[in-house]
C-alpha cells in the first residue's frame, strides 16, 4: 500500500459476508457444460463481518509510506470519532551556516502546504490547530506504526483558529539571502513561539554544524487539532514549500533561514478511533454473519472481513476469471463532502497475523504500478443500472487467489481494506450478507482433466 516508484509499489502492497445453508448452489446460474466444460456460477456463500483493523507501518526509513498527512478530531454520526495526530522531524534547510550577528529576529513560521485530495468531510468550520515541541527524539532509522506517539510538551508553541479553506491560495513575503520574494500557494501558516525562535538564533555554532546536533536542540513538532470537527485537513510536509522560516534582519534588510522535513526525516501520524455510541459500533466484531451492512473506514478504521467457507466445492474446476463484487450502502441525505472510498485492496492474514495483499494485486501494481491497480485488479468505485437504477459497486478481480482458495493453499477468508488507509479518511457502507445487495462472486471455469 505504499507509493512511489515500482519497487515501492511493491513493497508496500506486501505489507499490506452473505451466509447460506448450502455450501454452493450450482442451479440456472451454472450454464450447462458443453464440450470443453466450460462452465459459470454466481452464487457462491459468502460471510461479511466488520473488524477493528490493527496497527500498520505509516512510517519505514527504507521506503516513502505515505505521502499526505492527516490533522483533525473528527466526529462521524455513523463511524464515531477520530484523532489524527502528525509528528514530524525537521532538519537543516540547507548546508550554508547561518549568519546570526547583528541581527534582529522578526518572527518564526511554520507553513503546511494542503493536499487539497486528501482533505475529507466537512471540514470548513471554525478549528483550533495546535503545535507543539517535541520532547521525545524521532529516530529516522527505526520503523513506526499508526498509533505511536511521542511525549511533547504541554503548552503550545504555536495555535491557530481558523476557517480551514485548503484550495484558496495566500499570498507571503519571503528573503532568501536578502532577496524579496511573494509567494502564492495553498498553505496553512502558523506564528511560533517567538521564544523558541531567538532560542535558535542566540544557539551555539555547534548546532548549525550537522543534522544530528541540531536534531538534539530541537527535536521537531506534533500538530494536533483542539476543537471537534466534521471532517479532517491534510497537509504535505514534503512539499518544498513546507517548512519553518526563521525571519529576522539586519540594517533594514530581512533575511530568513528554513528548517525542512526532508526525505531523511522521521515522519509519522497517530490514530485513535472511539466508536462508543456511533451507528457502527453494533457491526463491529458482531457475531451475527448475516448482518445487512459492514463499514470500511481508512486511518486504522475498520476492515471488511469476506468468508467464503465453502469455496473448496469447486475443487474440481480450473477458475478462468473471478470477480468480486460488493455494492454500497449510500445513506440519505448525506453530503457528497463524505465521499466513499476511491480504491480499495484485498488482503490476507498470514499465520504471523500479517495482512499480505493477495497475488492478484501484487501482479496488477508489478505489471502497471498504479494505473495498472486499477486496469487489472479493479477495486475502483463503479457505477452500473439495474432496472434503471443506478447503484456503486467495487468490482475485483480475484482469479489467482480464488484458484488458491479452490485448492485449500490459502485461507478461506479475504480482507477488504483501503487504499493507502495511512493517508485516507474516507470510509463506505456496504451491503453485507442479510441485505438486497449482497457481495457476489462471479465465476467462469473449466473442468480439470483427471
Known amino acids: 500500500m505504499k507509493l512511489g516508484n515500482l519497487l515501492t509499489l511493491v513493497t508496500i502492497v506486501s505489507l499490506l459476508a452473505v451466509s447460506c445453508n448450502d455450501p454452493l448452489f450450482l442451479g440456472s446460474d451454472l450454464l450447462k457444460q458443453d464440450q470443453v466444460g466450460l462452465g459459470y456460477t454466481d452464487t457462491i456463500s459468502m460471510n461479511t463481518t466488520t473488524i477493528r483493523q490493527d496497527t500498520f507501518q505509516v512510517y519505514n526509513p527504507s521506503v516513502k509510506l505515505i505521502d499526505a498527512f492527516l490533522v483533525g478530531n473528527y466526529n462521524d454520526t455513523h463511524f464515531g470519532k477520530t484523532k489524527a495526530t502528525t509528528y514530524l522531524q525537521y532538519r537543516l534547510g540547507t548546508t550554508q551556516f547561518p549568519d546570526f550577528t547583528n541581527t534582529k529576529f522578526d518572527s518564526l513560521v511554520l507553513g503546511m502546504v494542503y493536499d487539497t485530495l486528501k482533505v475529507y468531510g466537512d471540514y470548513a468550520k471554525e478549528t483550533t490547530l495546535n503545535v507543539f515541541a517535541l520532547n521525545e527524539s524521532m529516530v529516522s532509522t527505526s520503523s513506526y506504526v499508526s498509533d505511536k506517539s511521542f511525549n511533547a510538551d ?134 451475527n454473519k448475516s448482518d445487512s451492512l459492514a463499514f470500511l473506514q481508512g486511518m486504522q478504521g475498520t ?56 497475488n492478484d494485486v501484487l501482479v496488477a501494481i508489478s505489471v502497471g504500478g498504479e494505473s495498472g491497480l486499477s486496469k487489472f485488479f479493479g477495486g475502483t468505485l463503479v457505477e452500473e443500472s439495474v432496472n434503471g437504477q443506478k447503484r456503486l459497486k467495487y468490482k475485483m478481480d480475484i482469479s489467482s487467489h480464488i484458484q488458491k482458495m479452490i485448492k485449500g493453499s490459502v485461507d478461506q477468508s479475504l480482507y477488504l481494506t483501503v487504499y493507502r488507509r495511512g493517508e485516507s479518511a474516507n470510509r463506505v457502507a456496504l451491503y453485507g450478507t442479510g441485505s438486497v445487495l449482497p457481495p457476489q462472486l462471479k465465476i467462469t471455469f473449466t473442468d480439470s482433466i483427471q
Open 303 to 358: 476492515l471488511v472481513k469476506v468468508e467464503m467457507p465453502y469455496i473448496t466445492a469447486l475443487k474440481d474446476k480450473i477458475v478462468n476469471k473471478a470477480e468480486l463484487n460488493i455494492y454500497v450502502k449510500e445513506f440519505a441525505g448525506e453530503s457528497p463532502l463524505f465521499r466513499s472510498v476511491a480504491n480499495v485492496l484485498l488482503s490476507e492474514k498470514k499465520d504471523s497475523g500479517k495482512f499480505v495483499s493477495i
Open 154 to 287: 504541554p503548552s503550545p508553541i504555536g495555535s491557530l483558529t481558523f476557517i480551514p479553506n485548503p484550495t484558496q491560495k495566500i499570498s507571503f513575503t519571503e528573503y532568501h539571502s536578502g532577496v524579496k520574494d511573494t509567494i502564492n500557494t495553498n498553505q496553512m501558516r502558523i506564528r511560533l513561539s517567538d521564544q523558541l525562535g531567538m532560542q535558535l538564533m542566540s544557539a551555539p555554532d555547534s548546532v548549525y554544524k550537522t543534522n544530528d546536533n541540531f536534531l538534539k536542540f530541537f527535536k521537531g513538532i506534533k500538530i494536533s487539532a483542539q476543537s471537534e470537527n466534521n471532517g479532517m485537513l491534510s497537509f504535505l510536509p514534503l512539499d518544498l514549500r513546507s517548512k519553518i522560516s526563521l525571519f529576522y534582519s539586519r540594517n533594514d534588510t530581512s533575511f530568513q533561514y528554513d528548517f525542512i522535513v526532508s526525505s531523511l526525516s522521521a515522519r509519522t501520524v497517530a490514530f485513535e478511533h472511539d466508536y462508543a455510541g456511533a451507528f457502527v459500533e453494533k457491526y463491529i466484531n458482531s457475531s
